[in-house]
């Protein structure tokens, strides 16, 4: 029995999600029926407003300097050890127990290919040496890098999770509502190759600009004010036509296209939109887009019947109005509905990969990443300390 913690802060820019969980797999072999993992606790670290503005900051490509980068891979290690020692003391375990942390750390910049003289390359931020000082425990980091260099996009790495914790008799189709939408479809019992994954478009973070920028709020919490607006149809035909949304997969995307400059060139050029109507299109766009990438991409090869809603949108009760009207011949779900948290399905992911790294095991799906071959992912940076060690040296 192993424990293993995952940690990960997404593009939302919201928390670090934290999750421990125990593994069982004494025979060496993980079965792959997800039977045998558990979440024993799962903490959101709320992420600073002044940690906030600094991401944004390093993200930007006019606003970006070395000196701040490098600050902040260390303040980002302090702040996700942080993290790792809180969710142990909520399950708690203590961390000379846990086999290791997967840390995904924060994305400032992912080139999913390359383009002109800029190489595919991806870089996640949060230093490993400074968690594993912290808690005393082995960090697996890195864990885009090895995908990307076996010929992958790096992303997205959740769907071997998922293979393994929701593969099923019947076709289903899991979407993830983070700051981006991404779907995973797992075809009727299928074998790892046949899972495929993409990126739907934005999922919370059009909503949150315009929360922020309209009423100075994170998120439109359970999405009340778009429940209050009417969908502006003309706003939403225009954003249906960028070219993003029909493009068939693999695809990914991110800030890159739905960021603040989406927002904010949207905003001036329609001036005349009440508040609770941008917030009411911009929830009726992340179902639109789901509905058209699942009628094109996902239904020809996986027609499910059962979404499987995860991520902070799956608490936007607007939002899921809308994809069941969207897509009325689903039944929709909520991780809850099958025993987890909907919060908590990236972090307890990247536990997983972790776990395989150390055991010597790939976690990529080549399927989704377009990775050459499945490889074990990540950089290890070895628990610093002797007495950390779960088994006494000999
Ligand atoms: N109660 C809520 N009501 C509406 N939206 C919510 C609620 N809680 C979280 N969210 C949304 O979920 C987002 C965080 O989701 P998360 O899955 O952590 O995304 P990411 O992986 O991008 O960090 C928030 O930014 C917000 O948009
Ligand atoms: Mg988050």
């Known amino acids: 029995m192993s424990y293993v913690i995952g940690l ?35 903490v959101t670290l709320p992420m600073p407003e ?58 400032v910049y992912h080139i999913p290919e390359s383009e002109g003289e800029w190489l595919a390359s991806t870089l996640q931020i949060g230093e490993p040496a400074i968690v594993a000082w912290e808690t005393g425990i082995l960090v697996v980091s890195g864990m885009r890098a090895m995908d990307m260099a076996a010929g992958g996009r790096g992303a997205p790495l959740v769907p071997y999770a998922e293979y393994l914790l929701y593969r099923s008799e019947k076709p289903r189709a899991l979407q993830n509502l983070g700051g981006i939408g991404n779907v995973t479809g797992l075809p009727a ?3 790892l190759e046949e899972v495929f994954a993409f990126d739907t478009g934005p999922a919370n973070m059009v909503i949150d600009a315009l929360a922020k920028h309209f009423y100075g709020l994170p998120w439109d919490d359970g999405g009340e004010i778009a429940a209050a607006g009417t969908v502006n149809e003309g706003l939403l035909a225009e954003w249906m036509a960028i070219p993003y949304v029909t493009a068939p997969p693999p695809k990914a995307t991110g800030r890159e296209l ?3 400059q989406f927002v904010e060139a949207a905003l001036a050029a329609h001036p005349d939109i009440c508040p609770e109507d941008w917030l009411a299109t911009a929830t009726r766009y992340t179902a639109a887009t789901m509905e ?27 939002l899921r109005r809308h994809i069941e009207q969207l897509l009325p011949e689903c039944t929709v779900l909520t991780q809850e509905d099958l ?11 990247f ?15 080549p399927s989704a990443t377009g990775a050459g071959k499945r490889v074990i992912l990540g950089n290890i940076t070895p628990a610093p300390f002797r007495e950390s060690r779960r088994r006494p040296l000999p």
């Open 339 to 349: 025993g987890w948290s909907s919060d908590s399905k990236e972090a307890v992911a």
């Open 50 to 107: 002044a940690l906030r503005a600094k991401i944004l900051d390093c993200c930007s490509l006019s606003r970006s300097d070395i000196r701040l980068t490098c600050s902040l891979n260390a303040e980002l290690g302090y702040w996700f050890a942080q993290a790792a020692k809180a969710v142990c003391e909520k399950a708690g375990v203590p961390p000379k127990d846990v086999e290791c942390i997967g840390s995904h750390g924060q994305t």
């Open 8 to 42: 990960i802060s997404g593009t939302s820019l919201d928390g670090c999600d934290a999750a421990l969980i125990e593994i069982e797999d004494e025979n060496g072999e993980n079965e792959g029926n997800g039977e045998n993992i558990y979440l024993s606790a799962f």
């Open 292 to 318: 058209v990438n699942y009628r094109r991409y996902v239904f020809p090869r996986c027609p499910a019947r059962e979404v499987i809603l995860s991520g902070g949108g799956a608490h936007n009760m607007t």
């Open 189 to 191: 019992g299928c074998k």
């Open 258 to 260: 739905y960021g603040t």
């Open 351 to 365: 536990a997983l990969m972790a776990h395989e790294t150390v055991k010597g095991r790939p976690s990529n799906v």
